[in-house]
């Protein structure tokens, strides 16, 4: 291995700790939040307060830059598929530290996600070297890209308004849909801006073209309502599910994207084109069996009172006779019947 490739695994394997760890930061510091008000999931905002969740953005945020730094010095090739170190990072840690149980079948799901993941990317074609913001915007008004994102769009407005408030809460999908569906259109946006940001250091400025602002813009808007739906699936379902399958479905869409855009399958063989489909087929295997095997997360000391509704029970007075009453939550003085062969 040469000494640039070299650093480019070290920073992908640091970013990959970084990140995995992220995932668990911030679920302590959801947890905490929701001990002490409204729960992300159920539309609250008291996360933003509280400083763990903050340390996990923070921690995240270092990842990231680790990652796109990595890129600098290694291929894709090498980088990409060590994005799947996190999972298994944020699945060992949960375990320790969260104490969520990850099953057997659950840890066969996490391996068949991470085989299908780095199936997806090692036969990925190679992407178009591109100069300019505006050579991207071209790419981006074709009527292919147009009609996905239009797709992305009206599927997101589904899930958000009318999936969400009726499934959210049991579907891990749908949260995690949100992310992975606009998160394609973040990768194409942040690709536009870093080529602005690195012709500009070079002597050309990119600033003064429109298309960078817009890019800027479509950024913006999908990373905020990125963290959202992802705050809002690590509060409600377990961070060794939640890993695998946003990791999964978001390289999935970022592909696909992609794909639509740079017209990356033109040049490609059969074999490729037959190795992408089977990788996303066992993706979509392991995403099946993380989602049968999830376990419920515990209640939060917010959640565990529920009022009682009365009930009507019988019993047996001491004087032998039947009595019907009403209860409000509190036992009767019951006195019980044994049957005579409960002593043999």
């Not at 599927?155 to 308004?161: D, E, R, S």
């Not at 989602?291 to 509704?309: K, Q």
């Not at 009595?323 to 005579?340: C, H, M, W, Y």
Request: charged share 10%; hydrophobic share 45%; glycine share 6%.
């Amino acid at each position: 291995m040469s000494s640039s490739n070299l650093k480019g695994f070290i920073l992908a394997v640091v970013s990959s700790a970084f990140i995995g760890s992220s995932f668990i930061i911030k679920k302590k510091g959801l947890r905490r939040a929701g001990n002490n008000g409204t729960r992300a999931s159920s539309g609250g905002y008291g996360y933003l307060r509280e400083p763990l969740w903050w340390i996990g953005m923070v921690t995240m945020v270092v990842g990231e830059i680790a990652n796109f730094v990595a890129y600098i010095y290694a291929p894709a090739g090498l980088v990409t598929p060590l994005g799947a170190l996190s999972i298994i990072v944020s699945a060992v840690l949960a375990h320790f530290l969260l104490k969520e149980k990850l099953q057997k079948m659950g840890m066969l799901g996490c391996l068949l996600c991470i085989v299908g993941s780095v199936v997806i990317v090692l036969h990925a074609p190679e992407e178009q070297t591109l100069t300019s913001v505006q050579q991207i915007w071209d790419l981006a008004i074709q009527p292919a890209f147009l009609l996905y994102t239009a797709s992305v769009i009206a599927v997101t407005l589904v899930l958000i308004l009318y999936c969400s408030p009726r499934y959210g809460q049991t579907n891990i999908l749908i949260y995690i849909g949100i992310c992975s569906i606009i998160g394609s259109l973040t990768v194409m946006s942040i690709k536009a801006i870093g080529i602005a940001i690195k012709l500009t250091i070079e002597g050309t400025n990119q600033a003064v073209y429109f298309q960078t602002w817009i890019f800027a813009m479509v950024a913006v808007t999908c990373i905020i309502t990125q963290l959202n739906y992802l705050n809002m699936a690590l509060d409600t379902f377990n961070t060794a599910v939640v890993s695998p399958i946003y990791y999964a479905m978001f390289t999935s869409f970022t592909i696909l994207a992609s794909a639509i855009m740079f017209k990356d399958y033109s040049d490609q063989s059969a074999s490729s084109i037959a190795s992408e489909f089977c990788g996303f087929i066992t993706v979509l295997s392991g995403t099946a069996i993380l989602h049968s095997t999830r376990e419920p997360d515990p209640p939060l000391l917010t959640d565990l009172y529920t009022p009682l509704s009365p009930k009507v029970s019988w019993y047996i007075q001491s004087n032998g006779e039947w009595k019907q009453k009403d209860e409000d939550g509190s036992a009767p003085n019951f006195i019980t019947v044994l049957r005579p062969d409960y002593f043999k």
